[in-house]
């Protein structure tokens, strides 16, 4: 029997990485996404060394509607039956009161966080209704479950992962796919460097004091969720650090 096949956006770091490994480990076969070619190209070289995983690299950008289509138009015959599509690409720019915020922050969030997960689920939708079968993992986060000061764009899109899930779940029952949320609270990744536009220190800062969750904790969760039996969907998984209780509540020990 042919080996499942996940498709993970945003793999060249962070959670999308550990999540290619430890599907990988599943024995799914991969398709990764991401804009830096030579990190998919040694993660597939990883895959296929440590796991025997076959993978494809789909090197785009996926706020490019265009790019998007491009890619998933091109996908050979046999790897267009995908069973799990997680949607992970995605950032924050910037942590500015919303009257400080730069417009290019904004539309990048937007692009990425909102429109990319569109573009790319409107193309994959289609081959998971044909055989009438998937399973759609939305990674959202606390974000979009609390908004906190300075976080106002980023938690709008995360608001908005949340929604569109929900929604999801909704339209795509009666096509027997199931669709689940993993939100997280703080995970060392390169999100923080991201977010503050290469700022390694005030990067190092967000992570201080306490042990953060890792990408490994998150794809924990996530390989649970498409490894379940197909009668059980797990809806909406919120994990963060024991130190964290909420986007205000922490125990740090500074
Ligand atoms: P990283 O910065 O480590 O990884 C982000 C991934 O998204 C990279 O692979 C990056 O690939 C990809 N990506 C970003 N923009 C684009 C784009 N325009 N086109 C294609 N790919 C893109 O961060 P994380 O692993 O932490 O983030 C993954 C997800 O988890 C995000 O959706 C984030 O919002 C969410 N999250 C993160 C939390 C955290 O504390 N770290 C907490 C809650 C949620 P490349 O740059 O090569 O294109
Ligand atoms: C990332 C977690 O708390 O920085 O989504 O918004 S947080």
Redesign the pocket.
Known sequence: MMNKIALVTGATSGIGKATARQLAEKDFNLIITGRRKERLEELANELKQKYNCETIILNFDIRKQAEVDKAIDGLPENWRNIDVLVNNA?L?AG?DPIYDGLLDDWERMIDTNIKGLLYISKKVMPFMMKRKSGHIVNI?????KQV?PN?NV??AT?FAVDALTKAMRIDLLKHNIRVTQI?????ETE??IV?YHGDKDKADN?YKGYTPLFAEDIANAIVFAVTRPAHVNIADVLIMPTA?AN?YYWNKKL
């Not at 959202?140 to 979009?144: E, K, L, P």
């Open positions: 995605g924050a942590a959202g986060s606390i974000a979009g906190y976080g980023y938690c995360k939100a997280p609270g703080a995970v999100f923080s977010r967000v964290q986007p």
